[in-house]
């Protein structure tokens, strides 16, 4: 691609006959140069800002990537922790329904000692209210012996 500073530096050679006029293809040249330097600096701008918007692009396209990545692992991640809360759940549930049998068969244990020693206690009150009542009627028979005479 030519450059503006060569189009302006160019010179054509003169010719007497039928040639050109050399004021108008300066004219011409120095227009051309100037429309021509504007296209060029576009030109390179543009190259600059389409290079510049490509590493951009690979820039977001690293961003986005890494964003996706991450975004699949924080998924992963919720969904490892609910299912571990889940299982945290139903342990601390099943330990209570445990200890909760547990207590009930000490209550029923204890229930069944209560009832065993109250029937002991009746048991014994039963013997003794027996051992009164034969002092007693012994204690009545003597005393009826004590009268008679």
Known sequence: MLTPLEIENKKFSKQMVNGYNVEEVDEFLDLLTVDYERMYKENSE???????L??????????????????????STAEEVKNVAKQQAEQIV???????????????????????????????FDIYKAKMESLLISQLEILKEINKD
């Not at 690979?58 to 924080?74: D, R």
């Open 94 to 124: 099943e330990d209570a329904r445990m200890s909760a049998s547990k207590e009930v068969s000490m209550l029923e244990q204890e229930i069944m000692v209560k009832k065993k020693e109250l029937e002991d206690a009746q048991k014994q």
């Open 46 to 52: 543009a190259r600059e800002k389409i290079e510049q």
């Open 54 to 75: 490509t590493g951009d692009l690979a820039h977001y396209k690293t961003i986005e990537s890494t964003l996706q990545s991450t975004l699949m692992m924080a998924q």
